[in-house]
């Protein structure tokens, strides 16, 4: 026989009890023996709860919302059951609100309601519920029986939380099946003493008549029924990517609702377990999907791990002091004083050092507990053996559990990895030996980034997420917006990798959004919803959000962002960048940030600061961190003015090739950087100091390219008029060389530790002498390529290229990620 439990929602309203007559009359068509198990209409329980406190307190009000649970059963017997045959019905229920009305005038009239007043109270929702349900059938033609589990579920006078009296219980079920062929529609939740006394049987109680049912006549399954689609790997309000466990053990089952998965209550199913019935968790509310299986044994899982849960709020309590080495019994006295006090412990952890044991309890006994323990302690405190007690609150503990663990090695390395490349600080740790549960302490702030990184990491072969924040969205900016609309699918079939733009900013407005912004409508969204743009305020809310793997996208050119940068590094954002002003400031400030970056366990990238997409920074890295040692860089570093010198000639105008180059997207946002010399200057500055030479801007020699009226322009418009005015001057420079049978270079230097800027002329033999279009070369001389350089060549200005070097830094960082 099966036995079946709907819950409160699955029997809250006429169309949900629709569907449970629909599961029960198929699993009666399929020719199945069953027997059912009701909860209270969903909300009743609490309802009589509050109707018997405010009768209790004088209130008479009661009465009125008494008649709404009243006729709330009315309306579903109205709605199921066909006219001719209501009339029983009604009078049946009418007679149990009767029967509860002269208890509730009683109560009102004596003031008071005890905990066993307070049971026979609530065991009116489940006698309600059920006798409307067992009428429905009958009035369908099915040979349904109500049965008061009063009458055979027996418990000791424990009003709240009857202690069940198995011997006698089990015989008086098997008793009681054995009599009779009816389908048994049975209350949940309530029991009786002997002498007749109404009990409840606690948190969970009618999962618990259900198992205990099922125990005593050796049902084939128990069903769960409730409102969601079985257990879930997460918490599905915290996690979006949660999804169903489709089997699981009972061990794992009850780790995960000890940490607060309230699916079910696993304690409330022990009779079951016991006797290795298996369980099944469904939803009335989906009655297709096949929910979770749970049984003895565990199956071979598609992951390492089988849930996540989570406690939102604990306190850690550490005490700590030498005096505790070696000494026994301590660890005794402290649980004992905690238990005697009924506080309870969640966590326990203490290192093999024995200087201090650590644990965590519910932080509303967090006082009581230090009172207890200095009290316990006081003569250890007074002498200094132990320092004292400190309790530290706003606390979170995530558990993993997964019989899985004991057959996998790394797990316990996945999840602090996860953890520290997401900056979250683990306060404390647990694991017991059954390895079955891996539990660590973290601030509060941290639970729901810290839950979704886990569970990305965790469950694979879901898509990840990495957060992005780019502000500005100019040439560069927009660019990478359209290459990653372009990417998005390719990402998340072959990566598995889902780009959430988390947030943009334009000078005007910004807009962020955890659930993401489409790149399809970025533009519409910002400009409709996008409020007035504020640097501090954006990046207050991207920390404030703490969404995992988040990363901040600089795509502008202005000076005062960069000052955020060390800040969202602290806290645990990686940033990527093409903007140059952060590696070209103080020493110093470049190397703070390479530190944070390090400390944080996140990444600074930063590949477009020089020759846009081409591989620069990453090779100097890669021998840098091989050991290679740089004698000499010799470089063309701008694509303005590679371009630029390409372009020109007799017969054009040098203002015009500027203004093309501009238009093409090689300038910066002011080419009169690009053509005094400053952007390369930088370039060359920030490859020194990749290399390990610690240069300030001040130690660049550029060598003037433009003449002194060209550089005194105050605005662009104006610098484009003297560049007219200048025409001569270029087109000089260029006939010159050209009558060499040389071409025009701007070329940075780095020799010695020195690093010079200047325009040279280079005759055919000279590697730079082929450059054509927007190319950028580097050639770079190492001890290990002495004879001959490590040459580096191609487009190194450009929205595409930089921004594909964008694109490319942020793949690294969710390739980091894993
Ligand atoms: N264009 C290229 O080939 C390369 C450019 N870069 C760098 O890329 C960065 C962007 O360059 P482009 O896109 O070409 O310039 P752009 O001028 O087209 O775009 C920059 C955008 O940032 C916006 N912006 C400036 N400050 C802002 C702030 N505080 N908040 C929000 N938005 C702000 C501007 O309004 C502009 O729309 C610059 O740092 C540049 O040096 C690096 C390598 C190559
Ligand atoms: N303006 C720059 C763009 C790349 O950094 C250049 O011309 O090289
Ligand atoms: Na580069």
Same mark, same amino acid.
Not at 209 to 224: F, N, P, W
Not at 454 to 473: K, P
Not at 670 to 676: F, T
């Given at each position: ?127 309600? =519920? ?61 029991? =009786? ?239 017991? =030996? ?377 793949? =690294? ?6």
């Amino acid at each position: 026989m099966k036995v079946l439990k709907f819950g409160g929602t699955s029997v809250g309203t006429v169309d949900s009890i629709k569907t449970v007559i629909d599961i029960l009359e198929n699993n009666i068509a399929n020719g199945e023996k069953i027997a059912v198990v009701f909860s209270a209409m969903g909300g009743v329980t609490n309802r009589l709860i509050e109707i018997g406190k405010m009768a209790a307190a004088g209130n008479t009000e009661y009465i009125e919302f008494l008649k709404v649970v009243e006729e709330r059963h009315f309306a579903v017997v109205r709605g199921m059951i066909n006219v001719k045959n209501q009339s029983s019905t009604f009078a049946a229920v009418r007679g149990l609100f009767n029967e509860l009305g002269d208890i509730l005038r009683g109560v009102s009239w004596i003031r008071e309601l005890s905990e066993r007043t307070l049971d026979l109270i609530m065991s009116f929702g489940e006698r309600l =519920s059920t006798l409307v349900i067992s009428e429905i059938l009958k009035s369908r033609g099915v040979d349904a029986e109500f049965c008061d589990a009063r009458t055979i579920i027996h418990t000791n006078a424990t009003y709240g939380m009857g202690d069940v009296d198995f011997e006698v219980t089990n015989r008086q079920i098997l008793e009681y099946f054995a009599k009779t062929t009816s389908l048994q529609c049975v209350t949940g939740f309530i029991a =009786s003493t002997t002498d007749s006394v109404t009990t409840t049987l606690g948190r969970g109680g009618s999962d618990y008549t259900a198992s205990i049912i099922g125990a005593a006549i050796d049902a084939t399954v128990i069903e769960i029924w409730t409102d969601v689609d079985g257990m879930m790997t997460a918490d599905p309000r915290k996690v979006a990517n949660a999804f169903t466990i489709p089997s699981i053990s009972y061990a794992e089952a009850m780790e995960l609702s000890h940490f607060g998965a309230k699916v079910i209550y696993p304690p409330s199913l022990q009779p079951a377990f016991a006797k290795n019935i298996p369980l099944k968790v469904l939803n009335t509310f989906n009655t297709d999907f096949i929910g979770t299986f749970v049984q003895k044994g565990a199956e071979k899982k598609d992951y390492a791990i089988t849930g996540i849960s989570s406690i939102d709020e604990i306190a850690l309590v550490n005490i700590q002091g030498s005096g505790m080495i070696g000494v026994a019994g301590i660890s005794g006295r402290l649980f004992t004083a905690l238990s005697v006090n009924d506080i309870s412990v969640i966590l326990i952890s203490q290192a093999s050092s024995e200087h201090s044991i650590c644990f965590s309890i519910d932080p509303k006994n967090a006082q009581r507990a230090r009172e207890v323990l200095e009290k316990e302690f006081s003569h250890e405190i007074a002498l200094g053996y132990i320092d004292g007690i400190s309790i530290e609150k706003n606390l979170s503990i995530i558990a993993i559990v997964g019989e899985g663990m004991k057959k996998s090695t790394g797990v316990s390395g996945k999840l602090f990895s996860v953890l520290g490349k997401n900056g979250i600080n683990v306060v404390a740790t647990a694991q017991g =030996s059954s390895e079955l549960n891996i539990s660590v302490v973290i601030s509060k702030g941290d639970l729901s980034k810290a839950l979704n990184s886990i569970h990305g990491v965790f469950f694979q072969s879901e898509t990840r997420s990495l957060n992005l924040f780019i502000v500005g969205v100019g040439l560069i900016g927009a660019t990478l917006l359209e290459q990653i609309k372009n990417q998005t699918q390719y990402l998340r079939d072959e990566k598995l990798l889902n780009l959430n733009i988390a947030g943009l900013s334009n000078t005007k407005k910004m807009l962020l959004d955890p659930d993401g912004i489409s790149t399809e409508q970025w533009r519409d969204r910002i400009s409709d919803e996008g409020v007035k743009t504020s640097l501090p305020a954006f990046v207050q809310r991207m920390i404030e959000l703490n969404l995992p793997n988040s990363v901040f996208v600089d795509c502008t050119s202005d000076k005062d962002i960069v000052q955020y940068y060390n800040m969202l590094l602290e806290a645990s954002i990686s940033v990527v960048t093409p903007n140059k002003v952060a590696n070209s400031g103080l020493y110093a400030e470049y190397t703070a940030l390479k530190r944070t970056a390090l400390k944080r366990g996140v990444k600074f990238l930063y590949e477009t600061n020089v020759g846009a997409g081409l591989p620069i920074i990453n090779t100097i890295q890669g021998l840098m961190s091989s050991g290679d040692k740089f004698l000499k860089i010799e470089a063309i570093l701008s694509g303005t003015l590679s371009y630029i010198f390409n372009s020109f000639g007799p017969g054009i105008r040098f203002a015009d090739v500027v203004k093309e180059a501009k238009a093409k997207g090689f300038t910066e946002p002011d080419p009169r950087e690009d053509l005094s010399g400053a952007d390369v200057a930088r370039k060359i500055l920030i490859l020194a100091r990749e290399v390990g030479v610690p240069l300030e801007a001040t130690d660049v020699h550029v060598a003037q390219l433009l003449p002194d009226n060209c550089l005194a322009a105050p605005t662009v418009e104006n610098f484009f008029e003297e560049l007219i005015v200048s025409d001569d001057y270029f087109a000089k420079l260029q006939a010159d060389a050209e009558a060499q049978g040389e071409k025009l270079r701007y070329i940075a230097t780095l020799e010695n530790g020195k690093a010079v800027v200047e325009l040279r002329t280079v005759d055919a033999s000279h590697p730079f002498y082929t450059l054509s279009g927007s190319d950028n070369i580097v050639s770079f001389t190492t001890e290990r390529y002495k004879d001959r350089p490590l040459v580096i060549k191609g487009p190194g200005a450009g929205a595409e290229v930089t921004a594909s070097g964008v694109f490319a830094d942020i793949m =690294s960082i969710s390739s980091y990620l894993g």
